[in-house]
């Protein structure tokens, strides 16, 4: 009996409804493995449609073109190595998330998903039945038990393996990016080693989805816990893995530890992935945004940049009256930092013929946000001129703190069509800023150093609306503004935790209030991306129409 065996993992960049394009990406991975002697090639959950596909799933001519694919996939691939990849898969009237073995022109074998989440960004429950929980597959000269993403998460799948004769565990994922996710994986994924004693292999796809980047960061285990290989967070990347027979059965030979990156650079790569596939998945290869002398949006900026490259980008301050010469000169000083295009519009002119058209219907009226607001309009009508005019994707960006009370204005500032730090809060937005200006890698197009000039940092936040606006005016200090945020939202928390964390229960009740009242803008907001398990999107969904409130 031989007593190696070689697994060639494709941590790959799927398209959701790319078949074709994503079975392209599967044969050069095959192909890769068989040049290399591998005995099995893997790709992750859902490889084949892209995850997460959501309602597309369901639909019966994408399953029937689904299975051209996959049938056509696997007479390609016939002769060599055996071929594991995810697919949605119908068997009588029922469709699962499965896991599919071609080999020798056809499947070979097929495991189904077990355990179906449904909570924050998954609601596979919907979707998908529960296949039962089975035994492994025989490649080659072993049995291989996979555990689907969140069957790992459970021990009575890998529990059913290893009783049936696995001899080690490869796990397909399509498990997208949350602030500390890694660390649960490895958590869960140790959990299992330990309970099996079997090896274990864990394999994610990578790239940018709507509001979700999947992080890779595939890793391998040995019995014990033992890290025997770790591939980098976020690269494409195809690569072996090999295991090697003892005495006390197979082991991942120790191979690449790539290093994790921290909880900053991370954040920061996922807003770059996301938007940069986000414009490449659904074709806009340039895009604009209002550049206001502000942090929020030099900060956007800064990720466009890295994303897409200066010459892709363009910056478009639009001033009226209350914009002050520290703005003018800071939005500048950003673009020229950055390299990117910078134009000039003044909405004086727009917006004195809007007060003109508007006076007779407001006469006797007090001027009050309605004409603060108009300005936020105009620029976002302006902003889409120029998107229309030259084809270019607006972004907005409003910072979650904003976004969550409904400190922007809806068909002004939150006009556009993706937002990079709707999850990112304020005071994030501060050391994000701080972070970029001191670090550079070789995945972003931007340039080295301080592209956010200290000032723009250091300035006290204000939209520059009316004369002499802060945003304290209107809201609590960030800081403080941001832990209660941390705590309604994002661990769903309650008044009294804001008490218990030193807030003044009037000031929780007025934010808990500005929360919910705000809800209608959210739901016609763009899409952005998804740095926490408390993102306004799919994580966090609530009706528009609500009057409950805290009683506490």
């Known amino acids: 009996m031989a007593d190696r065996f070689r697994i060639t993992l494709g941590q790959l960049n799927p398209t959701v409804g790319d078949l074709a394009g994503n079975a392209g990406l599967a044969r050069k991975a095959w192909e890769a493995g068989r040049d290399a002697g591998a005995d099995l090639v893997a790709l992750p959950e859902m490889f084949i449609t892209g995850y997460n596909a959501q309602d597309l799933w369901m639909r019966h001519a994408f399953q029937l073109d689904v299975a051209r694919h996959v049938d056509a996939l696997a007479q390609a691939c016939a002769e060599g190595p055996a071929l594991a990849i995810g697919a949605p898969w119908v068997e009588g009237a029922k469709l699962y998330n499965a896991y599919l073995i071609l080999k020798g022109g056809r499947i070979a074998s097929q495991v189904l998903k077990h355990h179906l989440p449904n909570e924050t960004v998954f609601d596979e429950v919907r979707i998908f039945d529960a296949g039962p929980l089975g035994g492994p597959y ?35 994922n399509g498990s997208p990016y949350n602030r500390g996710k890694f660390e649960v994986r490895l958590n869960h994924t140790v959990a299992r080693v330990v309970e099996t004693g079997l090896p274990l292999i864990y394999l994610n796809m990578v790239g940018g989805q709507d509001d979700q980047v999947f992080d890779g960061a595939s ?3 040995n019995p014990g816990g033992e890290l025997a290989v770790q591939l980098p967070a976020f690269d494409e990347i195809v690569t072996h893995v090999d295991l090697a027979r003892t005495d006390a059965g197979w082991r991942v030979v120790l191979g690449e530890k790539a290093a994790h990156p921290d909880v900053w650079e991370q954040d920061y790569r996922v807003m770059v992935t996301s938007l940069r ?58 673009a020229k930092a950055l390299g990117c295009r910078y134009d000039y519009v003044p909405i004086s002119g727009p917006r004195a013929a809007v007060t003109e058209v508007l006076a007779p219907l407001f006469d006797g009226l007090q001027p009050d946000l309605t004409e603060e607001n108009i300005q ?20 907005t960006t409003g910072n979650k703190s904003e976004v969550a009370v409904g400190y922007a204005t809806i068909y002004g500032d939150m006009a556009g069509g ?19 200006n001191q670090n550079h890698r070789d995945w972003m197009k931007g340039p080295q150093g301080a592209v956010i000039p200290p000032r723009v940092i250091d300035k006290p936040p204000s939209a520059e609306l009316r004369a002499d606006q802060q945003d304290s005016d209107s809201l609590p ?13 994002d661990r769903d928390g309650s008044i009294e935790d804001c008490v218990a964390a030193g807030i003044a229960r009037e000031t929780a009740k007025h934010i808990e209030h500005l929360i919910y009242v705000s809800e209608y803008k959210r739901f016609q907001s763009a899409p952005g991306a ?19 409130r805290d009683p506490s």
Not at 143 to 162: F, Y
Not at 533 to 545: E, H, N, Q, S, T
Request: glycine letters at 8%.
């Open 418 to 436: 993706y937002n990079p730090i709707k999850d990112l809060y304020k005071t994030r937005v501060f050391e994000t800023c701080r972070w970029r």
């Open 277 to 334: 596939d986000y414009c490449r998945k659904t074709g806009f290869g340039k895009v604009l945004l209002g550049l206001s002398g502000g942090v929020d949006s030099a900060l956007v900026a800064a990720i466009a940049v890295d994303a897409l490259g200066a010459d892709n980008v363009r910056c478009v301050m639009l001033p009226s009256e209350y914009t002050s010469q520290a703005s003018l000169e800071d939005a500048e000083a950003v």
């Open 530 to 548: 998804r740095l926490t398990k408390g993102a306004f999107w799919l994580d966090r969904r609530y009706p528009i129409v609500n009057r409950w």
């Open 219 to 221: 890793f391998a285990l």
């Open 477 to 489: 200090d960030y800081p403080e503004l941001d832990t209660i945020l941390e705590i309604l939202v």
């Open 138 to 172: 025989s490649v080659g000269n072993s049995r291989v038990g996979s555990p689907i993403c969140e069957d790992a998460w459970h021990e009575d799948v890998a529990e059913t393996l290893a009783e049936t004769g696995a001899e080690f565990l490869l796990v397909p």
């Open 376 to 395: 936020s309009r105009l620029r976002g009508l302006l902003l889409m001129a120029l998107s229309n005019k030259f084809g270019e994707m607006l972004l």
